[in-house]
């Protein structure tokens, strides 16, 4: 009994922790259940950093551009710049960043898994724009809170300068200041009265020769001479007539001159056609020359054929007429004789005479008369003896071409008046004439009573 006694009080005390001591068995619950927690928290730890590497791992980050402004463009008007004169500097200014992008995934993390993306666009705010002369004379003032700038736009600014007294290559600077991102500075080239950074190149000029004057519906010999004055060569020339309404080439309108070496000069003979209908004055003809400069750029250059339109004008006679249609002699009557302008031209100053040989209005003054119409030339004349008398009809005009007089011979025939009418009229009276003096004349002087023969029988 003792022995069991010793066997149950030894079976409540265990090895402790510490150095193998035996601790009570309340004790040792409690170090149980520490560890325990211990390590729950361990495993719990675990979990977040396995879920956050997996996080990091599939989820992508935001992808953003810094907003950067650049200078895309800048001209200086004009070119070359004349001591002490004025002008001005345009510079284009673009926001460079591009959009950024956020994406997110949803569902279990995989990598072939679909997520969604969002898009933000980044804006650069532009505080200040400042054009630092270095010799050049700014005018304008800065530019100050010119506003926002969205991805891949651009906006322009112009400052006026006035260019130094002495001649040289001058490099004022834009400074670009913005708001939350990269600023700019960016230098630009003024040339003031120097030959520095012109280029050479080639220059070709065109003349024409051709007739001073051209009436419309005519064929025109042109022949046009294409000379290089430039310092370079010009290569694969070529000529392009420009049609217009009312001229055109008479073959083709494109002709190929090929190289043209500086100093050296190529002709070309073409010949245009021109319309009847084509108005008087000056007329332009474009001419295109087309070639290609040493680095192979091509080069256009507009020029013209210049044409001296000048209408002529071309009259005729139509027709010739008298009111009343017969005419007799010693009676007043009209001529009208119609005159016709069958030229290209315009005739003016019209006016026509006749060296009939009777009284009357022998000149008439019509003003103008244009082409494809008539107008009539009125006489007003007393009248003429019997027979036919010619004339002469002569007519002054102007065109563009200048005064011009023309004359026509003509006839006017006057047929003589018909007696026979007063012959019959005569004969009556002569019969009644004749009737009365032998009643009452000859009867009573040989009867002496006055009576007809069958009266007295009676």
């Not at 020359?289 to 680095?295: A, E, G, K, P, V």
């Amino acid at each position: 009994m003792q022995a069991k006694k010793t066997i149950r009080s030894l079976s409540v005390w265990h090895h402790g922790s510490v150095a193998g001591n035996l601790l009570p068995a309340g004790d040792y619950m409690k170090e149980k259940m520490q560890v325990t927690i211990h390590c729950r928290e361990i495993c719990s730890t675990a979990v977040f950093l396995v879920l956050f590497g997996l996080l990091a791992l599939f989820v992508q980050p935001v992808h953003a551009d810094t907003p950067t402004v650049t200078i895309t463009d800048y001209k200086v008007i004009p070119s070359v710049l004349m001591p002490d004169s004025m002008g001005t500097i345009t510079v284009t200014i673009k926001n460079t960043a591009s959009s950024a992008s956020i994406s997110e995934r949803t569902g279990p993390l995989s990598s072939d898994m679909s997520g969604t993306t969002k898009v933000t666009d980044i804006n650069v705010y532009i505080e200040n724009v400042h054009l630092e002369g270095n010799g050049i004379d700014v005018l304008t003032e800065d530019f100050r809170r010119v506003g926002e700038l969205g991805p891949g736009q651009s906006t322009t600014i112009t400052f006026a300068i006035r260019a130094p007294t002495k001649s040289g290559m001058y490099f004022p600077e834009v400074w670009v200041d913005t708001y939350g991102g990269r600023s700019a500075r960016y230098p630009i080239p003024a040339n003031v009265n120097t030959a520095m950074g012109i280029q050479k190149q080639a220059i070709l000029i065109m003349d024409s020769t051709l007739p001073g004057t051209v009436n419309p519906g005519d064929e025109i010999p042109v022949t046009l001479n294409v000379k290089n004055a430039g310092q370079l060569l010009a290569d694969d020339v070529t000529l392009r007539i420009v049609n217009v309404s009312s001229i055109a080439p008479k073959s083709t309108d494109l002709y190929h001159l090929g190289a043209i070496s500086p100093g050296e000069q190529k002709a070309v003979n073409l010949a245009l056609l021109s319309d009847r209908d084509t108005p008087g004055g000056l007329i332009r003809v474009p001419v295109a020359i087309s070639y290609n400069s040493l680095d192979g750029t091509p080069v256009m250059e507009l020029t013209g054929i210049d044409l001296m339109m000048k209408g002529k004008a071309e009259l005729g006679f139509v027709s010739v007429d008298t009111s009343p249609p017969r005419l007799t002699e010693n009676t007043p009557f009209d001529l009208t004789i119609r005159v016709e302008n069958t030229g290209t031209g315009e005739a003016k100053q019209v006016s026509a005479t006749i060296d009939l040989p009777v009284e009357g209005k022998k000149e008439a003054f019509i003003g103008k008369i244009k082409p494809g119409n008539d107008a009539p030339v009125i006489f007003l004349l007393e009248g003429a003896k019997p027979g036919t008398h010619p004339y002469t009809m002569t007519i002054t005009y102007t065109d563009d071409m200048g005064t011009h007089t023309m004359t026509r011979q003509m006839n006017l025939r006057v047929p003589p008046a018909d007696m026979a009418g007063t012959i019959l009229i005569g004969l009556v009276i002569l019969a009644i004439l004749g009737f009365a003096g032998y009643r009452y004349w000859y009867l009573p002087k040989v009867n002496g009573d006055g009576k007809f023969p069958w009266e007295r029988k009676s």
